[in-house]
């Protein structure tokens, strides 16, 4: 008996320890560091509502990557945003903030999203609380291509194919 006893207690710590893990994964964010983002660096620009849209990525450095994002039409700037991601308890938080001409903000402060998806050259965001934006992605289908995958608060789907510059 003590033999059986001696091979069944490492398979249930197995099992509860893969049980626990399991749990854990489904609720918590997924670990990350800022320097797997290092593919986002550079000058990215493309067609956007009659206009075009850039956004400009920092190399990451200190724990943090940034992002000047702006929307032009013909005649003047539409909209100016900026986008910090951090790392934060092991994972990643993207926060964002924009801005019509003027420096008018479009919101009392920035929305914050959590990673919830991580993978070479694709990450994905989350909202935390309101704010425009349920989910927020990016992702690079080729060295020269940027994608940016949206969701809205009220759930309506669509990216924008950026080019690199």
Do not use: C
């Not at 620009?45 to 206009?51: L, Q, T």
């Not at 003027?102 to 935390?128: C, I, N, W």
């Not at 989910?135 to 020269?144: C, I, K, N, V």
């Amino acid at each position: 008996m003590r033999s059986t006893l001696q091979q069944s207690v490492p398979m249930v710590l197995f099992v509860l320890a893969f049980s626990t893990a399991a749990v854990a994964a489904a609720g918590d964010p997924p670990p990350a560091k800022v320097a797997d983002l290092a593919w986002m660096t550079g000058h990215w620009s493309g067609p956007m509502a009659g206009g075009t849209l850039e956004e400009n990525w920092t190399k990451p450095t200190g724990g943090s990557i940034a992002s000047l994002v702006r929307a032009t039409n013909a005649d003047a700037t539409t909209m100016i945003e900026l986008i910090v991601i951090e790392e934060e308890n092991g994972s990643l938080v993207l926060r964002l903030q924009q801005w019509n001409p003027g420096f008018q903000p479009r919101s009392p402060q920035p929305q914050t999203m959590r990673l919830v998806e991580s993978a070479p050259a694709k990450v994905v965001f989350e909202a935390t609380g309101e704010g425009g934006l349920k989910r927020l992605g990016y992702s690079q289908p080729a060295p020269d291509q940027f994608v940016i995958s949206i969701v809205t608060a009220q759930g309506t789907k669509f990216d924008i194919p950026l080019a690199a510059k």
